[in-house]
């Protein structure tokens, strides 16, 4: 089991570039997670996909930010244009919740975005 | 509003000793609640959940406790060891929306 795999690991990028982060779920887990991590703030879902499917959004910070999930086995997260206030690590999470709610979450080991 | 709570930020022990974390939650009917592991660089990682109708919970040194009355869940490791060592973290899930986590506790056990 190769686990949620994220890359890049590391991103550090300009303010005003695009930023894409990439995730690959475990094989057969239906649902897909994003996460933000800060200090401050600690762990806030960004978004969700249940098959694929943005579920809820509500965490996504503003326009600039957008998620895809073009089929089961891929997902990404752009950020554009970024800004200094995005820094953070970003975690990509699956799951396999075949309607079961209490299913745990399986993560990747984040990517680390600074925006300078 | 809503607010999770984890009471500290730091918690120093020493090995040996039974570690008890503290998760406090206001504004949440939790269905269930999850205890996470997180070490440096790396992504949380599962360890135990209890059900709203369950007392307690129990894995190896680990044992977890939920009183919705008080609103609260402790995370104890009895015997800790430095490799014990890492940021636990609480996580709510009402059984409609996904994990919405506490912002964590720092754990270190001293040789």
């Known amino acids: 089991d190769a686990g949620v795999i994220q890359s890049p690991r590391h991103e550090v990028t300009e303010m005003g570039q695009e930023v894409t982060l990439r995730c690959k779920p475990i094989s057969g887990h239906n649902s897909l997670f994003w996460y933000r991590q800060t200090m401050m703030r600690g762990l806030e879902l960004l978004i969700y996909f249940n098959n694929n499917v943005p579920i809820d959004d509500s965490g996504m910070p503003e326009d600039r930010f957008s998620a895809k999930m073009p089929n089961a086995s891929f997902s990404t997260l752009k950020i554009q244009p970024s800004e200094p206030r995005d820094s953070a690590v970003y975690f990509c999470?699956?799951?396999?919740?075949?309607?079961?709610?209490?299913?745990?979450?399986?993560f990747g080991n984040g990517t680390r975005l600074t925006v300078t | 509003s809503q607010k999770i709570e984890q009471n500290s930020e730091a918690l120093n022990i020493q090995e040996g000793k039974t570690a008890t974390l503290t998760c406090n939650y206001t504004n949440y009917s939790p269905a269930y609640l999850q205890w996470y592991r997180q070490d440096p660089g790396r992504g949380p990682v599962f360890l135990l959940l209890i059900r709203e109708n369950e007392k307690e919970k129990r894995k190896e040194r680990l044992k977890v406790t939920f009183d919705t009355t008080l609103k609260q869940s402790l995370f104890h490791i009895t015997a800790s060891q430095p490799a014990d060592s890492a940021t636990y973290l609480c996580a709510l899930d009402s059984g409609n929306t996904p994990l919405v986590f506490g912002k964590g506790t720092r754990l270190s056990v001293i040789a």
């Open positions: 999470a699956s799951s396999l919740s075949g309607g079961r709610k209490n299913s745990p979450l399986h």
